[in-house]
Nanobody, 124 residues
Framework: QVQLVESGGGLVQAGGSLRLSCVAS????????MGWFRQAPGKERDFVAG????????YYADSVKGRFTIARANAKNTVYLQLSNLKPEDTAAYYC?????????????????WGQGTQVTVSS
């Protein structure tokens, strides 16, 4: 079983930046594909970015491509999401998740473990 804890959210003006962190428990972190999702009030949880177990492959939602960067530090059991050039429509609770399989997926149901989320609010 894996426990995930996110941090780094906050209130930022449009055009600003934040770095989110997610720290995982356990000894098998490097075997999991990891993903970041976000959920705005009243909306479904949507894929944002994913990274392969080794960090060799990444994948981004079209809405964030070129603005967000996912990275991982397996020695620290940590995955990061760098959010740059933020827009008001990026406002959401952001969740990290550990995949069921060692491949990147955009589907919520292909992730087995979830953090509790960290709130990102972007003002116009």
């Amino acid at each position: 079983q894996v426990q995930l804890v996110e941090s780094g959210g906050g209130l930022v003006q449009a055009g600003g930046s934040l770095r989110l962190s997610c720290v995982a428990s356990g000894r098998t972190f490097s075997t999991y594909a990891m993903g970041w999702f976000r959920q705005a009030p009243g909306k479904e949880r949507d894929f944002v970015a994913g990274i392969s177990p080794s960090g060799g492959s990444t994948y981004y939602a079209d809405s964030v491509k070129g603005r967000f960067t996912i990275a991982r530090a397996n020695a620290k059991n940590t995955v990061y999401l760098q959010l740059s050039n933020l827009k008001p429509e990026d406002t959401a609770a952001y969740y990290c998740a550990a995949g069921r399989f060692p491949t990147i997926s955009t589907r919520v149901d292909n992730y087995a473990y979830w953090g509790q989320g960290t709130q990102v609010t972007v003002s116009s």
